[in-house]
């Protein structure tokens, strides 16, 4: 039995035996790959809308049911049990350091000399840039650290944080053969009785695994599958070993960082292996769709429960364009500026209102649908921000427009940025430094990513302790302003959030809030007119 496979006017044959192989004919040129954009199926020259075929709701459950079995042996987390087995694995370990040391090693010691010639400050920048090509060299554990460094402000100094910003996971592909095998062994099935047709290539690439576009056989639908990098679980757990080793090191040894750097770690860690279970990013997907896609120009993508596993996912094919491309965009008839306004709304409602947001908003992950909708994808990585951190959050925006750098400072306290034993009083005059020149303008002109920069300056300084889900939020909202600016210049996000909590403040009963929005329409016990 052979599955025929079309790519660009193209046909290739898959043999059911003993595998599959491609065969392409002679002269054939791969071109490009592509973001995750493709017109949708035709039939006689016409689009064909396909229904998504999701069945009655047992049978939904029952297939999710069967896709945690067959992801019952996912890894989790494990300081422990990566100890035990790489503790009797000298020479894998031995290897592993040896790289890592000299990759980082020289790049530890260009640092020395530029502290001792006093040219630590000038070459800054140009030492975060040889950073970031390390970590993209050393592989996909020291990409996602890098990735996550970008959100720490507590850790990194500015320079840094915007280098490591830029760390794309894209990483060579896997063989195709390797891939097509992990779908059929770890779906119990052979792939042509999945799909009529899959690409021969994959359309992307990343740290953890790569994705194929295919049409399934029962239904026609088109889908993405995403297929997880072989020994990757071997991988990042050497790596999170050896990290976490040096975090213990730190910890002890090295004054100058007063966060729990092995708490750091083993947080990131844990993110990263949850990122490893596909069913978990699907149940993750079908969260976030229920919590959010209530909003019609808002796009989350259906789950195949019955072709999904730990290692494979599959799910409905989104049509759209990258949320950085504004002349394909534009070419459409949509305007990026709406399309980020509304993911600003809709990140806002994530941070604040649910909860529950996703921890990873790069230009890849967000696209511009045909339709004009805002399409979320990859649901590996997500976070929470607690109930009690949330009024926080809006209390804290309101004593930076109040000029109050007393209660804004003990905001930390509520945020869990310092412990109740820490004096705060040194802190005041460094937001005021700060906050007074960035706040001589008003709300509609505020440049978020200058404050987020301004606070990170002011976090770096002073013995703070940044919780993880307040780092993605920055990360979350300085994302898309930069793709706002783009489009235009003069694009604010906090003018473009200012109208989600005046409503917040204006419809919540919540007491704390109550108390807020009197502070933020008062001031001296006059009205405050907010242009």
Known sequence: ???????????????????????????????????????????????????????????????????????????????????????????????????????????????LLDE?????????????????????????????????????????????LEELAQLQDALPTFPDADAFSCIETELGIPLDSIFSSISPSPIAAASLGQVYKAQLKYSGQTVAVKVQRPGIEESIGLDFYLIRGLGIFINKYVDIITSDVVALIDEFARRVYQELNYVQEGQNARK?????????????????????????????????????????????????LDLVTTGIQCSL????????????????????????????????????????????????????????????????????????????????????????????YTVSELNFKTLVDGLGAVLYQYPFNVPAYYALILRSLTVLEGLALYADPNFKVLAASYPYFAKRLLTDPNPYLRDALIELLFKDGRFRHVE
């Open 1 to 111: 039995m052979s599955l025929v496979v079309s790519a660009g006017g193209h046909s290739f044959c898959l043999q059911a035996a003993k595998g599959f192989s491609i065969s392409k004919s002679k002269g054939y040129k791969l071109g490009p790959r592509a973001a995750l954009v493709e017109a949708r199926p035709r039939v006689n020259g016409s689009p064909v809308a396909v229904q998504v075929l999701g069945g009655n709701r047992a049978e939904d459950l029952q297939a999710e049911a069967r896709a945690m079995t067959r992801a019952a042996n996912a890894s989790v987390y494990s300081p422990e049990l990566l100890a035990r087995k790489y503790g009797s694995r000298p020479v894998q370990v031995v290897n592993r350091t040896l790289e890592i040391l000299i990759a980082l090693g020289s790049f530890a010691l260009k640092l």
């Open 116 to 160: 001792r010639n006093g040219t630590l400050d000038k070459n800054k920048r140009k030492r975060a840039a040889e950073l970031r090509n390390i970590f993209t060299r050393l592989g996909p554990t020291f990409v996602k650290l890098g990735q996550g460094l970008s959100t720490r402000p507590d850790l990194c100094p500015p320079e840094y």
């Open 288 to 336: 976030f769709k229920m919590l959010y896609a209530d909003k019609e120009d808002i796009l989350v993508p259906d789950i195949f429960w019955k072709y999904t596993s730990g290692k494979v996912l599959t799910m409905e094919w989104v049509d759209g364009v990258k949320l950085n491309e504004q002349a394909a965009i534009e070419k459409q008839g949509l305007k990026v």
């Open 349 to 440: 409602r994530q941070l604040l209102e649910y909860g529950y947001f996703h921890a990873d908003p790069h230009p890849g992950n967000l696209l511009a649908t045909p339709e004009g909708k805002l399409a979320f994808l990859d649901f590996g990585m997500m976070s929470e921000t607690p109930e009690e951190a949330r009024f926080a959050i809006i209390g804290h925006v309101v004593h930076m427009v109040n000029r109050d750098y007393e209660a804004m400072a003990r905001d930390y306290y509520a945020l869990d940025f310092l412990s109740p034993d820490v004096d705060v009083s040194p802190i005041v005059p460094a937001l005021r430094d700060f906050f007074d020149d960035a706040l001589n």
